[in-house]
């Protein structure tokens, strides 16, 4: 079954970079995605990665994918506090029927 | 505009009275989603619509159903809430390989 983990907290300074990692267990994955969401919000998605490829890059996110160590990132280039939010990688495995397993999120936080 | 629309946004119940969430969207998506998240926990899934198709989660409970009459309108139905089952309700569509859009949600209390 799919099994998507990712460490609970983070904490930058203003203008440095966040890398907000991400794993899972399925190896037949098709899509990885990343998703922000805002307190009492619903979930926005940011960006996305499809399973054959290494890394994606855009704007200010860069999206990198180890399939070998089924290992996904987020980096956030020149952090604002605007993104001060919990960031989701979320899996979508072939044959579920577009099924989507989310991971536990990361609470990003911001320090001006 | 919002083209996944969640009503209500808040729900109040009392313990073991029926409530009905709904979602409708604009997007003409085939697949339509029902998560539960308690206090930004990680999203769960309870069920998903592939078109008509009823794809239940093994460890969806019974007191959780659904219904799609239509491309546009899915139903999340709880029969009897618990206190337990306050939380918030995200429903989501996908075109498939676009990542599924949120709506806004529904935040359900039971007292």
């Known amino acids: 079954g799919e099994d998507v983990e990712q460490s609970l907290f983070l904490s930058v300074r203003e203008g440095d970079s966040s890398v907000i990692n991400c794993t899972y267990t399925?190896?037949?994955?098709?899509?990885l995605y990343w998703y922000k969401q805002e307190p009492g919000a619903g979930l926005q998605l940011l960006t996305y990665?499809?399973?054959?490829?290494d890394m994606k890059q855009d704007q200010r996110l860069t999206v990198l994918l180890n399939k070998k160590d089924k290992h996904l990132s987020l980096r956030i280039a020149d952090t604002q506090t605007g993104d001060s939010a919990i960031y989701f990688c979320a899996e979508e495995v072939a044959g579920g029927y577009q099924k989507v397993t989310f991971g536990t999120g990361t609470k990003l936080q911001v320090i001006p | 505009d919002a083209m996944v629309i969640q009503n209500p946004r808040y729900q109040v119940t009392q313990f073991g009275k029926p409530v009905t969430l709904s979602c409708s969207q604009t997007?003409?998506?085939?697949?339509m989603y029902w998560y539960q998240q308690k206090s930004s926990q990680a999203p769960k899934l309870l069920f998903h619509y592939y078109d008509k198709d009823f794809n239940n989660e093994a460890d969806t409970p019974d007191n959780f159903q659904s219904r799609r009459p239509n491309t546009s309108f899915c139903f999340l139905d709880i029969r009897s809430p618990g206190l337990g089952d306050a939380a918030m309700y995200l429903c989501?569509?996908?075109?498939?390989?676009?990542?599924?859009?949120f709506g806004e949600g529904s935040w359900l209390t039971v007292v």
């Open positions: 399925d190896s037949s994955s098709t899509y």
């Open positions: 990665i499809f399973s054959n490829m």
């Open positions: 989501a569509t996908s075109a498939g390989g676009l990542g599924p859009s």
């Open positions: 997007l003409n998506h085939n697949v």
